[in-house]
């Protein structure tokens, strides 16, 4: 029996009689990241990076919940449980498991870029990988990221010349703290949603070089978003279009890297930014996990595994439910 | 290569006139003039020849790439457009370079002229030194596909706002440029008055009707004439070309051919003003004009789809070289007419109407829709000139619907490249706020823009770059000619055809209308 399978409830370790990331209740969880797709509620606890315990708690409520340092090692019947940095949104991990020198790790999500933010991903060897492909295709291979900061304050900088206020819809975990740590705020106020206000805080515990921002409430007056920049979530642009006319909307995710708008939703600009590891990077991760056989989720699942074994690996598809689409938080 | 390509992508996602002309002009700016020349030339539509066949490309691709065929399908699945997916799964060198245009431009003709097998090599060598939007300009030229979106309109004014020079000499001079011929130099050099003949007459500037007029001006004095629903432009005819004007200096370039080609037939200097309308077997027909304004390239088939008439109010004669000009006499009048008598349906005369009363001209006006009119416009016998004497020139709506509104943001502009131009937005009240209502480009009156100018600079509240909030004190009579239900504008009303009237000097907030009286006009029509 393999050391992870993939049963109805999600990844589990049987040894340790612990499920990673699971879709249904169980009495033990081990968690990846706060993202609404890997950390469900309902389970009886909740082990998960030091800093993904905060926000777990935002997310799910009162939890029972476990913290880890990165590289802290925990042993549960024999098996050896360690998390490390998977650099996609803050607190996000790849976890280990070892049992009897028999390593595999799991990587939830992952970036290979150093946003900033979070702590930069550490390549981690396994004798057996599961890797996400949200973004598996060649077609997917991103500019660097300082120039897509350039682009957003130059945007930006137009709007608050125009009078107009600039809006950013950024999922609330990861993406809205990167593009707040790289905007010149020389230019204007950051403006929060509420949701994204406080996910800020807790990730600003302990990430203090975060900016501060102004988290939006009723009594904010015109002068003090005319020239400002508005992160909100994308499920509640709609809502704040009306509040903040005139305005300019744009979505900062991977999915825009296609010109003429085919995934850009409501937005009249996209900026090409993701927290998940582009073509070359999962490629680039995969070879430096030195890995015997891969497991390939969430994403492009078929082709990158079809790619994969053209290449010569040892490489399997694996049908999770975590989200891979446009609709992901990503 | 790289702004080029960035222009060409930010054009690509920006729809807003104003947006897009500062990207066109924030790009001539930053290039030097050898590849603003040669980026001219390929947004006046040049382009170059196909050196490559994209399916070349894509399996130059899937090489550099290490992918089958069947993943750049996979690919072209997500990604939809052939030669974008190309470009995307190319893998990026190390480290891009930057190249000029006018490098980029030499390399493809020095390929067109190489065996296909040492194109390819070159190909090979130029694209990991590309960004990927540089790889998608580049393939797109490779294959000879290459097109820039942008409208004639937008490239002159973008090119008289980075240069300083009118937009007017702007556009004839564009339309002499030779593509990959002409400099720079050539299009941006002082003004030197030589395009002064070709140039528009100034458009007329119409008042509102008001009824005060009527017991003012006795009817006998004037005459009135329809004010078809269409553009309004002016034929220039000279030096054995056809000039087409609209307002603010917008130029017509090969838009349309149909009666261009009259023009060509008539003699030189001659001005014709009037207005271009749709054409269908109803008469006049707005849908068919926006349809044919809507197409990018006119073609004989567009020319037949979307049939235009020309209707003219108005034959001038230009003094040689001058943009001065006067009505032609009678005779050269009756020659012209007998000219487009013979052009079967392409121009209507815009017959003078004699009226008795005003009651009988506001009945004949009645029935403006059936004539495809927004209205008549009046003007006077004894001069026999419209719009020469603005104060002797009216327009009358059927009834146009008022309110009294407060000034709230008065933002100065660059309107026609005019620096000292104003965009005013009028508000009404709403209990204790003001919700904008409406934005009017311009006032017809100089010291009324004066007044404002003086007032703004007392009472600003609030600075937005150009945009000044003032001190809602100022009560302005706006005028309009009909109103919508618009969910997407704050005030939920969007006005049409809005005119400010007058400013009403002793009124107070207190008079102006309130947003009850606006909900009560909207169910009202």
């Known amino acids: 029996m393999a050391l992870i399978e993939l049963t109805k409830h999600g990844l589990y370790c049987a040894?340790?009689?612990?499920?990673?990331?699971?879709?249904?209740?169980?009495?033990?969880?081990?968690?990846?990241?706060?993202?609404?797709?890997?950390?469900?509620?309902?389970?009886?606890?909740?082990?998960?990076?030091?800093?993904?315990?905060?926000?777990?708690?935002?997310?799910?409520?009162?939890?029972?919940?476990?913290?880890?340092?990165?590289?802290?090692?925990?042993?549960?019947?024999?098996?050896?449980?360690?998390?490390?940095?998977?650099?996609?949104?803050?607190?996000?991990?790849?976890?280990?498991?070892?049992?009897?020198?028999?390593?595999?790790?799991?990587?939830?999500?992952?970036?290979?870029?150093?946003?900033?933010?979070?702590?930069?991903?550490?390549?981690?060897?396994?004798?057996?990988?599961?890797?996400?492909?949200?973004?598996?295709?060649?077609?997917?291979?991103?500019?660097?990221?300082?120039?897509?900061?350039?682009?957003?304050?130059?945007?930006?900088?137009?709007?608050?010349?125009?009078?107009?206020?600039?809006?950013?819809?950024?999922?609330?975990?990861?993406?809205?703290?990167?593009?707040?740590?790289?905007?010149?705020?020389?230019?204007?106020?950051?403006?929060?949603?509420?949701?994204?206000?406080?996910?800020?805080?807790?990730?600003?515990?302990?990430?203090?070089?975060?900016?501060?921002?102004?988290?939006?409430?009723?009594?904010?007056?015109?002068?003090?978003?005319?020239?400002?920049?508005?992160?909100?979530?994308?499920?509640?642009?709609?809502?704040?279009?009306?509040?903040?006319?005139?305005?300019?909307?744009?979505?900062?995710?991977?999915?825009?890297?296609?010109?003429?708008?085919?995934?850009?939703?409501?937005?009249?600009?996209?900026?090409?930014?993701?927290?998940?590891?582009?073509?070359?990077?999962?490629?680039?991760?995969?070879?430096?996990?030195?890995?015997?056989?891969?497991?390939?989720?969430?994403?492009?699942?078929?082709?990158?595994?079809?790619?994969?074994?053209?290449?010569?690996?040892?490489?399997?598809?694996?049908?999770?439910?975590?989200?891979?689409?446009?609709?992901?938080?990503? | 290569m790289k702004k080029f390509a960035g222009l060409y992508i930010e054009l690509e996602q920006e729809s807003r006139y104003s947006r897009r002309v500062d990207a066109i002009a924030d790009y001539f700016h930053a290039v030097s003039r050898d590849d603003g020349a040669i980026a001219l030339s390929i947004l006046l539509g040049f382009k170059n020849k196909s050196i490559v066949k994209k399916e070349v490309l894509k399996q130059l691709a899937c090489e550099s790439a290490h992918i089958q065929s069947w993943m750049f399908e996979e690919c072209l699945t997500h990604g939809n457009n052939y030669l974008d997916t190309v470009s995307m799964i190319v893998p990026s060198g190390a480290s891009t370079q930057h190249f000029s245009l006018q490098e980029s431009m030499s390399w493809l003709k020095t390929m067109s002229a190489l065996h296909p097998d040492e194109s390819i090599q070159r190909i090979l060598i130029h694209w990991p030194t590309f960004s990927v939007e540089e790889r998608i300009v580049f393939n797109q030229m490779l294959c000879g596909v290459f097109k820039f979106n942008v409208s004639f309109d937008e490239l002159t004014e973008a090119l008289s706002r980075c240069s300083r020079i009118q937009k007017g000499v702007v556009a004839i001079r564009l339309t002499q440029w030779k593509p990959l011929i002409s400099s720079m130099d050539d299009l941006l050099t002082p003004i030197d008055y030589s395009e002064d003949g070709a140039m528009p007459e100034s458009f007329k500037t119409r008042w509102e009707w008001t009824s005060e007029l009527e017991g003012l001006l006795n009817p006998k004095n004037w005459c009135a004439k329809w004010l078809p629903d269409g553009i309004e432009v002016q034929f220039i005819r000279l030096n054995g070309e056809v000039f087409i004007w609209g307002a603010n200096n917008k130029l017509f370039w090969n838009r349309f051919p149909e009666l261009e080609s009259f023009f060509l037939s008539v003699e030189d200097n001659i001005i014709v003003c009037g207005t271009l309308v749709g054409w269908s077997n109803k008469g006049v027909d707005k849908v068919i004009l926006q349809k044919r304004e809507s197409k990018k390239n006119i073609t004989a088939k567009t020319v037949t789809d979307f049939p235009v008439r020309f209707i003219v109010s108005e034959v001038r004669r230009r003094f040689a070289n001058s943009k001065e000009s006067e009505i032609v006499n009678d005779e050269m009048l009756n020659r012209f007419l007998h000219q487009i008598n013979n052009v079967d349906s392409l121009f209507i005369w815009n017959e003078s109407i004699i009226f008795k009363s005003w009651e009988d001209l506001f009945a004949m006006q009645s029935r403006k829709r059936m004539r495809g009119s927004l209205g008549m416009e009046i003007f006077s016998i004894s001069t026999n000139e419209i719009g020469v004497e603005q104060t002797k020139s009216y327009f009358r709506r059927n009834e146009p619907y008022s309110l009294n509104l407060i000034l709230l943001y008065v933002k100065s502009g660059t309107y026609n490249g005019d620096k000292s131009s104003e965009e005013y937005t009028f508000g009404i009240r709403h209990e204790s706020s003001f919700i904008p209502i409406t934005r009017v480009s311009s006032f017809h009156n100089d010291d009324e823009r004066a007044f404002i100018r003086e007032f703004v600079k007392v009472n600003t509240l609030e600075k937005f770059g150009p945009v000044r909030n003032v001190n809602p004190e100022l009560v302005f009579k706006i005028s309009f000619a009909s109103i919508y239900l618009n969910e997407r504008k704050k005030s939920r009303v969007e006005l049409v055809n809005v005119n400010v009237v007058c400013r009403l000097p002793h009124a107070s907030i207190n008079d102006a209308h309130q947003m009850q009286d606006l909900l009560n006009l909207l169910s009202k029509t």
Request: glycine fraction near 8%; hydrophobic fraction near 40%; include cysteine.
């Open chain 1, 15 to 330: 040894q340790a009689d612990v499920y990673i990331d699971p879709w249904k209740s169980v009495p033990k969880a081990l968690i990846t990241h706060a993202h609404s797709d890997h950390a469900r509620s309902g389970n009886g606890l909740y082990i998960a990076q030091v800093h993904c315990v905060p926000l777990l708690n935002l997310r799910l409520g009162k939890i029972n919940a476990q913290g880890l340092k990165y590289g802290e090692q925990m042993t549960i019947n024999g098996v050896k449980i360690s998390f490390h940095p998977a650099g996609h949104v803050p607190g996000s991990s790849q976890i280990r498991i070892e049992y009897k020198g028999e390593v595999w790790v799991v990587s939830g999500d992952y970036k290979l870029e150093d946003d900033g933010v979070c702590t930069p991903f550490e390549s981690v060897k396994c004798h057996s990988f599961i890797s996400e492909s949200t973004f598996g295709l060649p077609i997917y291979q991103w500019k660097d990221q300082h120039e897509v900061y350039a682009e957003i304050n130059n945007w930006w900088k137009k709007n608050a010349t125009d009078g107009v206020v600039s809006v950013i819809m950024a999922y609330s975990l990861g993406k809205a703290q990167r593009i707040l740590k790289h905007l010149d705020q020389g230019i204007g106020k950051v403006i929060v949603h509420p949701v994204v206000g406080v996910m800020n805080e807790a990730v600003r515990d302990f990430t203090p070089d975060l900016p501060m921002d102004i988290i939006w409430n009723k009594d904010l007056t015109a002068s003090n978003y005319r020239n400002a920049m508005l992160i909100v979530p994308p499920n509640s642009a709609e809502a704040m279009l009306e509040m903040f006319n005139p305005c300019s909307i744009a979505f900062a995710s991977g999915w825009m890297n296609f010109r003429g708008g085919k995934y850009q939703m409501s937005s009249e600009r996209g900026f090409t930014l993701s927290d998940h590891a582009d073509w070359s990077s999962l490629n680039k991760a995969i070879e430096a996990s030195d890995a015997e056989q891969i497991f390939v989720t969430h994403g492009f699942v078929k082709p990158y595994v079809k790619w994969l074994r053209e290449q010569g690996k040892n490489a399997f598809e694996l049908e999770t439910l975590f989200s891979s689409n446009g609709s992901s938080e990503e």
